[in-house]
C-alpha cells in the first residue's frame, strides 16, 4: 500500500504541469500562483506592472520555483493575444488557465457611464473568454486541461454598488459553464472560486471603511473577511487530477457569507 505522503502528492502533485495566472501578481492571483507553483507547475503570472511581477517571481525562484512574468494590458483584444502568445512561449502551451486580473470600478447606476462598462467587461470577462478560446482546445487536444476564473459575490447578489462589475462577474460564471460543456468531455474541467470579502488592493476602497469591513465580517459563519492565501488549497484543488470529476461549478470560498 502506498504512504500517504505519495497517495497525497500523486492525487495533487502538480509536477509536470504548466499555468497561465492572470492578475498573479498580487491578491487572490498572486496566492493562487504561488500555490500552483510550490505545488510543482510551472507557472506563468500575468499582469501590467513590472515591478510587483519581478517581485513575485524573485519570491517563487527562491523557493525553489519555475516562474516566469509577462507583463501586458489584458484591457483590448489586440493586448490579450500578444500576452498569450508570450505567455505560450515561455514553458509551453498551459495545461492550467487561472483568470484573476479584474478591475472593479463600481460607481453608483445612475452614475455608469459606457466608458466603465466597456472597460470592465473588457477585462472582467471578454479576456477570460478569449484565453479560454486561444488555450481551452489545445487543452482539450492533449486530454487535460484546467480553466479557473476568480469571480465575486456579486455574480449572486447586488449590493455595494454591483454596476458593471456584478454584471461581469455573473456573466465569468456563465462562460465558465459554456466552457465545461465544451470542453469537460475531453478532460478539461472549467470552474469558478468565488471569493467573500478579501482584504486586496482590488478593494482597497471599501478596506479603508473600518465600519463595513467589521460589517462584512460579522456576516461570515467564521467571524472574518477573507485572506488571499484562503484560496491556495482549493485552487491546488481544481488544478489537479483529485477534481476530475468536478466542473462547470462556482465554489464558494467565503468562510459562509454566501448562505448566512
Given at each position: ?39 510543482g507547475?510551472?507557472v ?24 516566469a ?6 484591457g ?25 486580473a ?25 479576456a ?58 475531453y ?37 472574518r ?20 470529476y ?15
Amino acid at each position: 500500500m502506498a504512504s500517504s505522503p505519495s497517495y497525497l502528492s500523486d492525487l495533487f502533485s502538480l509536477d509536470g504541469r504548466t499555468a497561465l495566472v492572470t492578475g498573479g501578481s498580487s491578491g487572490i492571483g498572486r496566492a493562487v500562483a504561488g500555490a500552483l507553483a510550490r505545488a510543482g507547475a510551472r507557472v506563468v503570472v500575468v499582469a501590467r506592472g513590472e515591478e510587483q511581477l519581478t517581485a513575485t517571481v524573485a519570491e517563487l525562484a527562491a523557493d525553489g520555483c519555475r516562474a516566469a512574468w509577462v507583463s501586458g494590458d489584458l484591457g483590448s483584444r489586440e493586448g490579450v493575444r500578444a500576452v498569450a502568445e508570450e505567455a505560450a512561449g515561455v514553458f509551453g502551451e498551459p495545461d492550467i488557465l487561472v483568470n484573476c486580473a479584474g478591475i472593479n470600478l463600481r460607481p453608483p447606476m445612475g452614475e455608469l457611464d459606457e466608458e466603465v462598462w466597456d472597460a470592465t467587461l473588457a477585462v472582467n470577462l471578454e479576456a477570460p473568454f478569449l484565453l479560454g478560446q486561444r488555450f481551452g482546445p489545445g487543452m482539450a487536444g492533449r486530454g487535460f486541461g484546467r480553466i479557473i476564473h476568480i469571480s465575486s459575490q456579486q455574480a449572486h447578489r447586488a449590493f455595494v454598488h454591483s454596476g458593471a462589475y456584478g454584471v461581469s462577474k455573473g456573466a465569468l460564471e456563465s462562460l465558465a459553464r459554456s466552457q465545461a460543456e465544451a470542453w469537460s468531455p475531453y478532460g478539461v474541467t472549467c470552474n469558478t472560486l468565488v471569493p467573500g470579502f478579501v482584504m486586496t488592493p482590488l478593494n482597497a476602497r471599501l478596506s479603508s471603511d473600518r465600519g463595513r469591513v467589521s460589517a462584512l465580517a460579522a456576516r461570515t459563519m467564521a467571524g472574518r473577511n477573507g485572506l488571499a492565501e484562503d484560496f491556495e488549497g482549493a485552487a491546488v484543488f481544481l488544478a489537479s487530477r483529485a477534481s476530475g470529476y468536478v466542473t462547470g461549478q462556482s465554489i464558494h470560498v467565503d468562510g459562509g457569507f454566501s448562505v448566512h
